[in-house]
Protein backbone atom coordinates (compact mmCIF):
# COMPACT_ATOMS: atom_id res chain seq x y z
CA UNK A 1 0.00 0.00 0.00
CA UNK A 2 2.98 2.53 0.87
CA UNK A 3 4.10 1.94 -2.56
CA UNK A 4 0.65 2.91 -4.33
CA UNK A 5 0.87 5.79 -1.76
CA UNK A 6 4.23 7.01 -2.66
CA UNK A 7 3.60 6.55 -6.46
CA UNK A 8 0.65 8.78 -6.12
CA UNK A 9 2.60 11.58 -4.15
CA UNK A 10 5.37 11.59 -7.07
CA UNK A 11 2.84 11.80 -9.67
CA UNK A 12 1.53 14.61 -8.15
CA UNK A 13 4.58 16.71 -7.36
CA UNK A 14 5.94 15.48 -11.08
CA UNK A 15 2.64 17.20 -12.45
CA UNK A 16 3.30 19.99 -10.53
CA UNK A 17 7.01 20.44 -11.92
CA UNK A 18 6.46 19.46 -15.44
CA UNK A 19 2.22 21.70 -15.58
CA UNK A 20 3.88 24.54 -13.99
CA UNK A 21 7.28 24.54 -15.82
CA UNK A 22 5.56 26.23 -18.52
CA UNK A 23 4.19 29.20 -16.60
CA UNK A 24 7.53 29.36 -14.87
CA UNK A 25 9.74 29.50 -17.94
CA UNK A 26 6.97 31.95 -19.46
CA UNK A 27 7.42 34.26 -16.80
CA UNK A 28 11.00 34.30 -16.58
CA UNK A 29 11.31 35.19 -19.82
CA UNK A 30 8.70 37.52 -20.80
CA UNK A 31 10.68 40.27 -19.91
CA UNK A 32 13.14 39.52 -22.02
CA UNK A 33 11.00 38.08 -25.32
CA UNK A 34 7.96 40.53 -24.58
CA UNK A 35 8.68 43.84 -25.40
CA UNK A 36 5.74 46.38 -25.45
CA UNK A 37 2.92 46.28 -22.69
CA UNK A 38 0.13 43.82 -25.31
CA UNK A 39 2.90 41.33 -25.62
CA UNK A 40 3.33 41.02 -22.12
CA UNK A 41 -0.35 40.54 -21.91
CA UNK A 42 -0.64 38.24 -24.44
CA UNK A 43 2.41 35.94 -22.09
CA UNK A 44 0.00 36.49 -19.22
CA UNK A 45 -3.19 35.18 -21.23
CA UNK A 46 -1.17 32.27 -22.73
CA UNK A 47 -0.79 31.19 -18.81
CA UNK A 48 -4.18 32.69 -17.36
CA UNK A 49 -6.35 29.96 -17.83
CA UNK A 50 -3.12 27.26 -16.41
CA UNK A 51 -1.58 28.97 -13.75
CA UNK A 52 -3.93 28.75 -10.45
CA UNK A 53 -4.74 25.22 -11.60
CA UNK A 54 -1.29 24.23 -11.88
CA UNK A 55 -0.63 24.54 -7.87
CA UNK A 56 -3.24 21.92 -7.37
CA UNK A 57 -1.27 19.66 -7.80
CA UNK A 58 1.48 20.90 -5.40
CA UNK A 59 -1.14 21.08 -2.36
CA UNK A 60 -2.56 17.67 -3.78
CA UNK A 61 0.82 15.86 -3.50
CA UNK A 62 1.67 17.97 -0.42
CA UNK A 63 -1.33 16.68 1.14
CA UNK A 64 -0.93 12.82 0.13
CA UNK A 65 2.56 13.17 1.94
CA UNK A 66 0.83 14.74 5.06
CA UNK A 67 -1.99 11.72 5.13
CA UNK A 68 0.46 8.94 4.28
CA UNK A 69 3.85 9.61 5.21
CA UNK A 70 3.65 11.99 8.14
CA UNK A 71 6.85 11.44 9.21
CA UNK A 72 8.87 12.04 5.96
CA UNK A 73 6.89 15.55 5.42
CA UNK A 74 7.87 16.43 9.09
CA UNK A 75 11.52 15.86 8.20
CA UNK A 76 10.92 17.29 4.95
CA UNK A 77 9.73 20.65 6.62
CA UNK A 78 12.64 20.38 8.96
CA UNK A 79 15.17 19.86 6.78
CA UNK A 80 13.91 21.99 3.83
CA UNK A 81 12.28 24.62 6.19
CA UNK A 82 13.84 27.59 4.24
CA UNK A 83 13.21 26.02 0.66
CA UNK A 84 9.74 25.68 1.56
CA UNK A 85 9.31 29.41 2.72
CA UNK A 86 11.02 30.51 -0.28
CA UNK A 87 9.11 28.65 -3.00
CA UNK A 88 5.95 29.60 -0.67
CA UNK A 89 7.17 32.99 -1.12
CA UNK A 90 7.50 33.03 -4.81
CA UNK A 91 4.31 31.21 -5.91
CA UNK A 92 3.12 34.13 -3.57
CA UNK A 93 4.95 36.73 -5.37
CA UNK A 94 4.12 35.23 -8.75
CA UNK A 95 0.47 35.30 -8.47
CA UNK A 96 -0.11 38.70 -6.86
CA UNK A 97 2.07 39.96 -9.44
CA UNK A 98 -0.24 38.54 -12.09
CA UNK A 99 -3.40 40.01 -10.14
CA UNK A 100 -2.09 43.22 -9.44
CA UNK A 101 -0.07 43.87 -12.46
CA UNK A 102 -3.68 45.25 -14.51
CA UNK A 103 -5.30 47.11 -11.41
CA UNK A 104 -3.12 50.68 -12.24
CA UNK A 105 -2.66 51.48 -15.37
CA UNK A 106 0.49 53.36 -14.67
CA UNK A 107 3.77 51.81 -16.49
CA UNK A 108 5.95 52.18 -13.18
CA UNK A 109 3.11 50.05 -11.93
CA UNK A 110 2.91 47.43 -14.14
CA UNK A 111 6.91 47.41 -14.58
CA UNK A 112 7.40 46.80 -11.31
CA UNK A 113 4.86 43.84 -10.84
CA UNK A 114 6.44 42.71 -14.35
CA UNK A 115 9.89 42.10 -12.86
CA UNK A 116 8.72 40.96 -9.70
CA UNK A 117 7.05 38.35 -11.73
CA UNK A 118 10.04 37.71 -13.65
CA UNK A 119 12.30 37.54 -10.57
CA UNK A 120 9.63 35.05 -8.55
CA UNK A 121 9.26 32.52 -11.90
CA UNK A 122 13.34 32.91 -11.92
CA UNK A 123 13.30 31.58 -8.21
CA UNK A 124 10.67 29.36 -7.68
CA UNK A 125 12.56 26.90 -10.24
CA UNK A 126 16.01 27.24 -8.65
CA UNK A 127 14.35 26.98 -5.13
CA UNK A 128 12.69 23.98 -6.12
CA UNK A 129 15.81 22.61 -8.04
CA UNK A 130 18.48 22.97 -5.00
CA UNK A 131 15.29 21.17 -3.02
CA UNK A 132 15.22 18.18 -5.08
CA UNK A 133 19.00 18.07 -5.16
CA UNK A 134 19.50 17.96 -1.57
CA UNK A 135 16.74 14.73 -1.72
CA UNK A 136 18.87 12.98 -4.49
CA UNK A 137 21.98 13.88 -2.14
CA UNK A 138 20.76 12.86 0.94
CA UNK A 139 19.90 14.58 4.26
CA UNK A 140 20.96 14.20 7.41
CA UNK A 141 18.82 13.52 10.23
CA UNK A 142 19.27 12.73 13.35
CA UNK A 143 18.16 9.68 15.45
CA UNK A 144 14.68 10.79 16.20
CA UNK A 145 13.91 12.08 12.11
CA UNK A 146 14.92 15.74 12.48
CA UNK A 147 17.28 17.34 10.35
CA UNK A 148 20.60 17.94 12.04
CA UNK A 149 23.88 19.23 10.54
CA UNK A 150 26.48 16.40 10.43
Not at 80 to 92: C, G, M, P, R, S
Request: net charge negative; aromatic share 14%; hydrophobic share 60%.
Amino acid sequence: MEAIWFALAALMLAAYVVLDGFDFGAGALHLFVARSDRERRQVLAAIGPFWDGNEVWLLAGGGVLFLAFPKVLASGLSGFYLAIFLLLWTLILRGISIEFRSHVADPLWREFWDATFGLASTLAPIVLGAALGNVVRGVPLSADGWFSLP
